[in-house]
Nanobody, 121 residues
Framework: QVQLVESGGGLVQAGGSLRLACAAS????????MGWFRQAPGNEREFVAA???????DYSDSVKGRFTISRDNAKNTLYLQMNSLKPEDTAVYLC???????????????WGRGTQVTVSS
Protein backbone atom coordinates (compact mmCIF):
# COMPACT_ATOMS: atom_id res chain seq x y z
CA GLN A 1 0.00 0.00 0.00
CA VAL A 2 1.28 3.45 -0.97
CA GLN A 3 0.00 6.62 0.64
CA LEU A 4 0.34 9.89 -1.26
CA VAL A 5 -0.10 13.37 0.22
CA GLU A 6 -0.10 16.47 -1.99
CA SER A 7 0.79 19.98 -0.89
CA GLY A 8 1.61 23.37 -2.38
CA GLY A 9 -1.71 24.36 -3.90
CA GLY A 10 -3.24 27.77 -3.46
CA LEU A 11 -4.56 30.92 -5.09
CA VAL A 12 -2.36 32.64 -7.66
CA GLN A 13 -2.87 35.29 -10.32
CA ALA A 14 -2.66 34.44 -13.99
CA GLY A 15 0.95 34.36 -15.11
CA GLY A 16 2.16 33.28 -11.69
CA SER A 17 3.82 30.10 -10.51
CA LEU A 18 3.25 27.36 -7.98
CA ARG A 19 5.21 24.28 -7.02
CA LEU A 20 3.27 21.20 -5.97
CA ALA A 21 4.78 18.38 -3.96
CA CYS A 22 3.61 14.82 -3.35
CA ALA A 23 5.08 12.92 -0.43
CA ALA A 24 4.94 9.14 -0.81
CA SER A 25 5.05 6.56 1.94
CA UNK A 26 6.61 3.92 -0.27
CA UNK A 27 9.89 2.24 0.71
CA UNK A 28 10.48 1.53 -2.96
CA UNK A 29 9.38 4.91 -4.32
CA UNK A 30 11.91 4.68 -7.14
CA UNK A 31 10.14 1.57 -8.44
CA UNK A 32 7.00 3.51 -9.34
CA UNK A 33 6.19 5.67 -12.29
CA MET A 34 4.52 8.78 -10.91
CA GLY A 35 1.96 11.10 -12.39
CA TRP A 36 -0.03 14.27 -11.86
CA PHE A 37 -3.66 14.53 -12.85
CA ARG A 38 -6.24 17.27 -12.36
CA GLN A 39 -9.99 17.56 -12.11
CA ALA A 40 -12.02 20.72 -12.42
CA PRO A 41 -15.66 20.91 -11.26
CA GLY A 42 -17.95 19.26 -13.79
CA ASN A 43 -15.02 17.85 -15.76
CA GLU A 44 -13.47 14.43 -15.96
CA ARG A 45 -10.08 13.81 -14.43
CA GLU A 46 -7.36 14.53 -16.96
CA PHE A 47 -3.71 13.63 -17.32
CA VAL A 48 -1.23 16.45 -16.70
CA ALA A 49 2.28 14.98 -16.51
CA ALA A 50 4.15 11.82 -15.61
CA UNK A 51 7.67 10.68 -14.93
CA UNK A 52 9.01 7.18 -15.35
CA UNK A 53 11.23 5.19 -13.00
CA UNK A 54 14.21 6.17 -15.12
CA UNK A 55 13.27 9.85 -15.29
CA UNK A 56 11.62 10.06 -18.67
CA UNK A 57 8.65 12.43 -18.79
CA ASP A 58 5.40 12.99 -20.62
CA TYR A 59 3.13 16.04 -20.63
CA SER A 60 -0.31 16.88 -21.87
CA ASP A 61 -0.35 19.36 -24.72
CA SER A 62 -2.14 21.92 -22.54
CA VAL A 63 0.77 22.20 -20.08
CA LYS A 64 3.80 21.35 -22.21
CA GLY A 65 6.39 24.10 -21.97
CA ARG A 66 4.83 25.58 -18.82
CA PHE A 67 4.91 22.72 -16.30
CA THR A 68 7.87 20.57 -15.24
CA ILE A 69 7.60 17.27 -13.41
CA SER A 70 10.47 15.95 -11.32
CA ARG A 71 11.16 13.46 -8.56
CA ASP A 72 13.56 13.13 -5.65
CA ASN A 73 13.85 9.44 -4.88
CA ALA A 74 15.96 10.09 -1.78
CA LYS A 75 13.09 12.13 -0.33
CA ASN A 76 10.26 9.96 -1.71
CA THR A 77 8.78 13.10 -3.23
CA LEU A 78 7.28 14.04 -6.56
CA TYR A 79 7.10 17.67 -7.74
CA LEU A 80 5.23 19.71 -10.30
CA GLN A 81 6.59 23.16 -11.10
CA MET A 82 3.84 25.18 -12.72
CA ASN A 83 4.73 28.42 -14.49
CA SER A 84 2.72 30.87 -16.60
CA LEU A 85 -0.47 29.69 -14.95
CA LYS A 86 -3.79 30.33 -16.67
CA PRO A 87 -7.32 30.44 -15.25
CA GLU A 88 -8.06 27.21 -17.13
CA ASP A 89 -5.43 25.48 -14.98
CA THR A 90 -7.78 25.83 -11.99
CA ALA A 91 -8.50 22.35 -10.62
CA VAL A 92 -7.77 19.87 -7.88
CA TYR A 93 -4.38 18.35 -8.63
CA LEU A 94 -3.79 14.74 -7.65
CA CYS A 95 -0.65 12.66 -7.71
CA UNK A 96 -0.69 8.97 -8.47
CA UNK A 97 1.65 5.98 -8.46
CA UNK A 98 1.94 3.32 -11.15
CA UNK A 99 3.79 0.10 -10.24
CA UNK A 100 3.55 -1.40 -13.72
CA UNK A 101 5.67 0.90 -15.85
CA UNK A 102 4.88 0.95 -19.56
CA UNK A 103 2.65 3.72 -20.87
CA UNK A 104 2.91 6.72 -18.56
CA UNK A 105 -0.68 7.88 -18.97
CA UNK A 106 -2.27 4.75 -17.53
CA UNK A 107 -1.79 2.07 -14.88
CA UNK A 108 -2.13 4.26 -11.78
CA UNK A 109 -3.54 2.42 -8.81
CA UNK A 110 -2.55 4.62 -5.84
CA TRP A 111 -3.97 8.14 -5.56
CA GLY A 112 -3.64 11.08 -3.24
CA ARG A 113 -6.58 13.23 -2.16
CA GLY A 114 -5.44 16.26 -4.10
CA THR A 115 -4.56 19.90 -3.58
CA GLN A 116 -6.60 22.83 -4.90
CA VAL A 117 -5.03 25.21 -7.41
CA THR A 118 -6.98 28.35 -8.25
CA VAL A 119 -5.76 30.80 -10.87
CA SER A 120 -7.47 34.18 -10.96
CA SER A 121 -7.68 36.29 -14.09
Amino acid sequence: QVQLVESGGGLVQAGGSLRLACAASAPTFSAYAMGWFRQAPGNEREFVAAISRSGGSDYSDSVKGRFTISRDNAKNTLYLQMNSLKPEDTAVYLCAANPYGGVLRAGYIYWGRGTQVTVSS
